[in-house]
């Protein structure tokens, strides 16, 4: 069993961090579940222990009176509980080592690459090799990086053709001791025709070197090179090999000031290593303590031979963000026999606050922009940080845009159906928006592969399927609202049926209004006096005029600046750029196929307000969403044992949604499922001792249908140009 260390922690105070007396809440939780998804509005839910009445929002001797209140952030975060990271222990009098036969994943040639990783020399009996592609035998040399003992220092070798021998020596280190952690990076630049070494993120040593590096069949080995030759003796942890070059802000991260990382903080966002899954082949973490040693990122996973043991490892692991929101009720104390006396705290993620009446959006009218463009309107609107928000261009140009004074995230949502695109909550309290063919273009590789065979590296321990049929969609009708845009300024609204008299220094405020077939304004006019607004009874430069423009309104606030006389208003119009809609109606998409092997099935709902603009995009999305659904499709539920070991609870802290996976569901189980999946929702369920479950809800990754996406499919091979 392997045991995470589980935090959950509330800014009470709302000052922006969670260092307050109090705000780990993580010593009185007795349980906790959470989900996210990518659809609705994320959940969390905590038992906690009351028994003084820390959590009564009525409980004036609370250290917390006052601040049990809405809004709050609330914050969980897990990791490997300190202190049981482990590396490999290499023991070279036993000859062990850890290995996988050559591939074309893992082979060099003329290409960038580095290699990266921590070792730990307990002695220097001679050379010792962290790991290698390298094989005499045969002159299958590619690259190693290991300590030479004649030199007493690391290096870093490569062959350009099977045989001979270019070395860098890392010099600036100089003589390496015993029983020390260090960081070692090497790469090989075809750019810059250089091989390169690092020790502790210091300065690099660099040798030239403009004939390549030898494609060989040699095996990859942590703790030795071929034929048992220059093993190691002492310890080797959190391996990686890219097929790139790594820049100067990767190198100083990995290294985080001699602390390290681990997998599960590669790719973290907001940070400098939001890229470093970019070109990873492999990513070893050595946390096991015996056997089988897992590929965290890949499949490229190491046999152990002679038994490598296990001793304790160096990355100091941090928390990964598990779920992020905000407190949408106090907490709510509960007193049951006993008595036992618990409180239960509730959040919801950000889109709570985008849907509730402090987020009503009035969004500039938007012109020929593509989705995500307007989805960024949206959240600039109700003042949604440009640092919380990671947003997708958008595969839809939408014509004419405009709404006001609805639920941010209503608006939002409407958008992203017209694009078929996924919104969802990030775990930095952002929004994620991802367009519709973002999966098909990004989410190519299958990071990890669930099973339910004997031995798997990662089983799970229940698997649901729904209903095959319930997602079948045969036909579709979508509804196109075409619109003109006037060439000249015209009339828009005209108060009428009443003669207002304003007061010597008063104020009214009209909220001027398109209505009719008018859609929206392009661009108001600003009133002009004399010309918008006439009066009577003072003259044109005492009345003031101020207004508010929207989309579809602007404020229009009249001021009589005399000192005595009052103001008869005789006219008061306001003009702009008509936006007007024309006649609407509706484009189908049926497959008769599909109808009649399972009836007519049509979309339990469309968002009112799809923004299609012509039957060419309309007509696209319907036929997308026939094609994409007519026929019976595997949506899944897997439940994984988190603290089972090591490997899953990897996963669990790793996972996130929209990645794709693989699940094998034909042994045991007998439904003869072995297919990509996307992840759709990730639910946690912890309690003190140890227990965490992670549960994975599932949709196919299925192939695009025939639709042509640049840098996916070749145009013209059974394909058409995507809508």
Known sequence: ???????????????????????????????????????STGRFQAVLKNT??????????????????????????????????????????????????????????????TVAGWVYLDSK????????????????????LAYISASDRFRFDVSNDGTAAVTIAANTLGIPATATWYFVVAWHDPTANTINIQVNNGAADSAAHATGVFNSTASVILGATGVFAELMDGRVDEVGFWKRTLTTAEKTWLYNSGSGRAYIEVGQTGTNGSALRTSLVSWWGLDETSGTRYDAHGTNHLTDNATVTSNPGKAAQTLKYLWVGFLDHAPMPTVVSGPFVTATLRASGPFFKLSGPHARASPTIQQAVPTGTVIGAILDAVSWAAADRILDAGNHTLAVWAVEDVQALEAMRQVNDTEQGHLYEGLAWD??????????????????????????????????????????????????QPRSIAVAVSVLWTLQNEIPVLAAGASITYVAKVSGTTFASQSWTTPVVGTDITQTGVANG?????????????????????????????????????????????????????????????????????????????????DYMVARNKDPLAI??????????????????????????????????????????????????????????????????VADPGWWVLGVSLLGVGTKLAW
């Open 636 to 701: 899944l539920k897997i439940e994984l044992a988190a603290n089972r070991d090591a490997t899953l609870l990897t996963e669990a802290l790793t996972r996130v949604i929209s990645e794709r996976v693989t699940v094998v569901a034909n042994a045991g189980t007998q439904l003869g499922i072995n297919q990509d999946f996307y992840i759709e929702g990730i639910s946690h369920e912890a309690a003190p001792g140890g227990y965490h479950r992670t549960a994975y809800e599932l949709s196919p990754a």
């Open 431 to 480: 929004v994620i928006f991802e367009e519709r063919y973002h999966r098909d273009i990004d989410r190519l590789t299958s990071q990890a592969t669930f099973s339910d065979a004997a031995g798997a590296a990662r089983p799970y321990r229940a698997i649901e399927q729904s209903d095959p049929l319930e997602g079948i969609i045969n036909d579709v009708a979508l509804e196109v």
């Open 1 to 39: 069993m392997t045991v995470a260390t589980e935090i959950v922690e509330v800014d009470f105070d709302n000052d922006g961090v969670f260092n307050s007396v109090n705000e780990d809440v993580t010593p009185n939780v007795l349980s906790l579940n959470c989900r996210r998804d990518s659809e």
């Open 125 to 144: 009996p001679g050379d010792e090799a962290l790991i290698s592609k390298w094989t005499t035998t045969g002159n299958q040399r590619e690259y190693k």
């Open 52 to 113: 003084t009445g820390l959590y009564s929002p009525l409980n004036t001797a609370s250290a917390l009176t006052g601040l049990l209140v809405p809004g709050r952030k609330l914050r969980y975060r897990a990791g490997f509980k300190l202190g049981t990271g482990v590396a490999a222990q290499f023991t070279r009098a036993n000859s062990e080592y850890l290995s996988i036969a050559d591939s074309a994943v893992l082979s060099t040639g003329d290409i960038a690459f």
């Open 542 to 622: 005492n009345i003031a005029v101020s207004v508010t423009k929207r989309a579809k309104t602007m404020d229009i606030t009249i001021t009589n600046n005399h000192g005595s006389a009052a103001a008869t208003l005789t006219l008061v119009q306001a003009r702009g750029i008509a936006v007007t809609d024309l006649n609407p109606y509706k484009v189908k998409s049926v497959d008769a196929t599909s109808q009649t092997a399972y009836g007519l099935r049509q979309p339990p709902s469309l968002a009112s307000g799809l923004w299609y603009a012509n039957s060419a995009y309309a007509q696209g999305a319907a």
